[in-house]
């Protein structure tokens, strides 16, 4: 059964009153008298039957009803603010040049570049694939997509995604080789896309920092030990985002059960300058926009369940099921 939505000018007439602390200031930003925003809101109460300000005192403050409804009411105009800013394709066209992290560039940004050249088609793009903060200040990068601490100065800088590492590996290699335990990684190789780091933290959780290790590589970035992976040299580290594809192809397999989160984060960044550019904005819109659309159609198959001890010490199935089960 649907349920009936508040009419939308009352929830503008909220929304502005509740940010700005008081029916005036809402008056002057939504360009309407004082009276007009206070019978806005009182519609809303009646409507749904509850008092969403306390009255009384030069502020207005939220009853408990209105700090609940607030939140959502913000979250929807936002929401749909940034879908039409979507719908409305903007004139623009030129040159645009882009650093991102190498592995975010092969397995996410480059299976998706026709999703932007479709809709702007007279955008050319130049990709770099570097995770080097210092070409933020490099006069011909436009936008950097960068793996870190989102502490870079005099730059504008954005958190595009956190993320959880977990082992992936080749289905051809599991058929010579299984991995029925976390015990079983003493057979493997272990490709490491840092300086070996990564692997330890996935291990302490697994309690397994006593496994013996026959062989270990080191490769420059996840890019390359992903690849590696893929062609059955080993067993690395892989992300919910750059590993997606893969794994639902088929193409790796996610052995275990267990994730850790990644010690940072994937950040969208530039000179504040060059995020005034319409193509930055576009481009800026469209990387939001297409994880979100993403995060929301990711399929069942693909999701992990961490499993976990009463004691809140994360556990590693043992046995897993077979993959696609």
């Not at 590993?243 to 969208?268: E, M, N, Q």
Request: charged share 20%; hydrophobic share 45%; proline share 7%.
């Amino acid at each position: 059964m649907s349920v009936r939505l508040p009419p939308l000018n009352p929830l503008r007439a909220f929304d502005a009153a509740a940010r700005r602390g008081s029916v005036s200031a809402a008056a002057r930003e939504l360009n309407v008298t004082h009276g007009a925003v206070s019978h806005q809101i009182k519609t809303l109460e009646d409507t749904l039957a509850v008092r969403l300000f306390e009255r009384g005192g030069k502020r207005l403050r939220l009853t408990p009803e209105g700090a609940l409804l607030f939140p959502a009411v913000t979250k929807a105009f936002e929401d749909i603010a940034a879908a039409t800013a979507l719908l409305a394709k903007p004139q623009t066209s030129g040159a645009f040049k882009v650093a991102c992290v190498p592995a975010l560039l092969s397995f996410w940004l480059l299976p998706r570049l026709s999703q932007f050249t479709s809709r702007f088609p007279d955008i050319s793009l130049t990709l770099i694939a570097s995770n080097d903060p210092a070409l933020l200040h490099a006069p011909d990068i436009d936008l950097c997509l960068l793996y870190g601490n989102g502490r870079w100065p005099e730059a504008w800088v954005r958190l595009w995604s956190s993320f959880e590492l977990f082992p992936v590996v080749s289905p051809t290699l599991l058929s010579s080789r299984p991995l029925r335990s976390v015990r079983d990684l003493r057979d493997h190789v272990l490709l490491h896309g840092d300086d070996g780091g990564e692997w330890q933290t996935w291990l302490a959780a697994a309690d397994a920092l006593d496994l013996p290790r026959a062989q270990q590589h080191f490769i420059s970035d996840a890019r390359l030990s992903t690849e590696a992976a893929l062609n059955g040299q080993g067993v690395a580290l892989g992300d919910a985002i750059t590993a997606s594809t893969l794994v639902g192809r088929g193409d790796l397999i996610i052995p275990f059960d267990l994730s850790v989160p990644a010690k940072d984060a994937y950040y969208v960044a530039c000179r504040p300058a060059a995020k005034a550019t319409p193509i930055a904005q576009v481009f800026i819109d469209w990387l939001f926009a297409s994880l979100e659309s993403e995060r929301l159609a990711e399929p069942q198959g693909f999701a992990r369940h961490i499993v976990r001890s009463r004691a809140g010490k994360a556990e590693v199935v043992e046995n897993p099921p077979p993959h696609g089960s």
